[in-house]
């Protein structure tokens, strides 16, 4: 095979793959993007709610999370349809950015050692 003709081929490649991933962007961007911090902000909750500097540039403590959320009784209690419960268990309270993050994926603390059955928004 000629270098003109395989590099052709693997043009057509890399544009189907383009055509794929866009394709799933797409779905994406419709559903947002699934991170926290745009589901507060859907529900109208400003920077500065969180955010005590501006413009933001620092991460956002528990005790912040907990003047909205209440503690972990109160998170407990929402989450009782889970078994274990996530914010209930023998790690105590735990600091929420141990699974929660606003502008990144979330993480899952207790998943480094079990296997869990839910997705921690
Ligand atoms: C100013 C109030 C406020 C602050 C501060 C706040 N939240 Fe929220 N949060 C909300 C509201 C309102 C919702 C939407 C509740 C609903 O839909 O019932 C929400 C929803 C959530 C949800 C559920 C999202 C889902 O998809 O079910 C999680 C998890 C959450 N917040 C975590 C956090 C964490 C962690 C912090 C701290 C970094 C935080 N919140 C700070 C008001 C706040
Ligand atoms: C060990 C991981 C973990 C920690 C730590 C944690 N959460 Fe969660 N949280 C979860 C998971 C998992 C869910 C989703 C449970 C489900 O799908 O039913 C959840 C759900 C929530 C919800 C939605 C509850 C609802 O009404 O369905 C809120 C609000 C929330 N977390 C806030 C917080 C806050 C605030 C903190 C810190 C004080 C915190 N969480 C700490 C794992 C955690
Ligand atoms: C519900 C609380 C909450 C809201 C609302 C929020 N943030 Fe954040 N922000 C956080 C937390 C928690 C972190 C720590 C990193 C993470 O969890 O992603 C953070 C971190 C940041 C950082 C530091 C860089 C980084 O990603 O760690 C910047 C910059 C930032 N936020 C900008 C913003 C802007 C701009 C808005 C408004 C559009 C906003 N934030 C709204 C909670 C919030
Ligand atoms: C560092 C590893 C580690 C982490 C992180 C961890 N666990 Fe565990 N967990 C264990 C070990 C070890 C046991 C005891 C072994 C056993 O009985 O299977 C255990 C036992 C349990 C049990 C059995 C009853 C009990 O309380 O003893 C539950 C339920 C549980 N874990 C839930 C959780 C939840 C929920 C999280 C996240 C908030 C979590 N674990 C995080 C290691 C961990």
């Known amino acids: 095979m000629s270098n003109a003709m395989l590099s052709r081929m693997l043009v057509a490649v890399a544009c189907t793959l383009v055509v794929t991933l866009a394709a799933s962007n797409g779905a994406l961007a419709a559903s947002g993007t699934g991170l926290l911090g745009d589901t507060h902000k859907a529900k109208a909750i400003?920077?500065?709610?969180?955010?005590?500097?501006?413009?933001?540039?620092?991460?956002?403590?528990?005790?912040k999370c907990q003047q909205c959320h209440g503690g972990f009784k109160t998170l407990a209690a929402k989450t009782e349809r889970n078994e274990p419960n996530p914010h209930a268990s023998h790690q105590g309270d735990t600091d929420c950015a141990q699974c929660h993050h606003m502008h990144?994926?979330?993480?899952?603390?207790?998943?480094?050692?079990?296997?869990?059955?839910w997705r921690v928004p």
């Open 46 to 63: 400003e920077c500065a709610s969180c955010h005590d500097e501006s413009p933001p540039a620092k991460a956002v403590g528990t005790a």
């Open 104 to 117: 990144k994926a979330s993480d899952d603390l207790c998943a480094k050692c079990h296997v869990t059955n």
